[in-house]
């Protein structure tokens, strides 16, 4: 058996647009649905939804038939835990909050196998070498795999550069409520200062020839980041399409309190 194409990685080789959504429910039921309406990419969050290792491979194999790439995006920077995330099939992973090149070398080194990395070898219990039916899969690995790291910290933009030339970093994917948290403008992902910071990211990863990514569920943020640069941008999250379609129903029959509205994603 040959080693299985990563389709995210091959989208972003074509540049093209790549529209998302972030799947948070934690089930394969509620990913398969998402994944069958068309996204050209997928978020399995396992930061900040109620995610485990289990429950990402159950959604893996759900929307394994599907056009919708997955993502998995692992809860910090533990190699430990990146091993078994890669070891069930994910072949694109995101890590938040990284801050210098020291870690996403870490990162690189925490997804390849000796001597270029540390990645243990679970050979034939493993899904991501079809339980060694993958031929010569452990020098091949690497060619299926694709890292995202976050940059979303006043830390994370001042060594911006240094991230993106760090060999085996294949794209950026900026957090617009975390950097703006940082920043000192709580639930404002919108000031001037923190677009300031997002545009330097996505013209110094550009520099570095590698595309970049955000989150903007609000159409007018998401086709704003699209002329400033970036490729890969989730537009839905499925939780709060859930609920605001749910609002709209309701608001059809009976009288709502006020919603509160939110740009912090």
């Known amino acids: 058996m040959q080693l299985p194409i990563n389709p995210f990685k091959n989208m972003l080789i074509?540049?093209?647009?790549?529209w998302g959504c972030w799947a948070g429910f934690a089930t394969g039921y509620a990913t398969e649905i998402i994944a069958n309406t068309g996204f050209d990419w997928l978020l399995i969050d396992g930061e900040h939804a109620p995610n485990t290792v289990p429950t990402i491979l159950a959604q893996l194999q759900a929307v394994a038939p599907y056009s919708s790439a997955p993502v998995v995006?692992?809860?910090?920077?533990?190699?430990?835990?990146?091993?078994q995330l890669l070891d069930i099939g994910t072949q694109t992973l995101m890590v938040p909050m990284v801050e210098s090149a020291e870690q996403a070398a870490a990162l690189v080194r925490a997804t390849r196998y000796p001597p270029h990395g540390i990645r243990g070898v679970g050979g034939g219990l493993v899904r991501a070498t079809r339980w060694d039916g993958v031929d010569d899969y452990l020098?091949?690995?690497?060619?299926?795999?694709?890292?995202?790291?976050?940059?979303?910290?006043p830390k994370g933009v001042e060594q911006v550069e240094a991230i993106?030339?760090?060999?085996?970093?294949d794209a950026v994917f900026i957090g617009p409520a975390?950097?703006?948290?940082?920043?000192g403008y709580?639930?404002?992902?919108?000031?001037?200062?923190?677009?300031?910071?997002?545009?330097?990211?996505?013209?110094?990863?550009?520099?570095?020839?590698?595309p970049v990514g955000i989150l903007a569920p609000l159409e007018e943020d998401a086709r704003r980041y699209q002329a400033l640069g970036c490729q890969f941008i989730a537009v839905g999250i499925d939780i709060s399409l859930l609920r605001q379609g749910a609002l709209t129903t309701l608001a059809?029959?009976?009288?709502?309190?006020?919603?509160?509205?939110?740009?912090?994603?």
């Open 14 to 18: 074509k540049r093209e647009p790549m």
């Open 73 to 83: 995006r692992s809860v910090n920077h533990d190699p430990a835990l990146i091993k």
């Open 139 to 153: 020098n091949k690995a690497h060619e299926s795999l694709c890292l995202i790291v976050q940059v979303e910290s």
């Open 164 to 169: 993106a030339a760090t060999d085996g970093v």
């Open 178 to 183: 975390d950097l703006s948290v940082g920043m």
């Open 186 to 210: 709580p639930g404002n992902p919108g000031h001037p200062d923190v677009q300031s910071a997002i545009q330097k990211v996505i013209n110094t990863v550009h520099a570095a020839g590698k």
């Open 252 to 265: 059809r029959y009976k009288e709502l309190p006020p919603q509160p509205s939110t740009r912090t994603y």
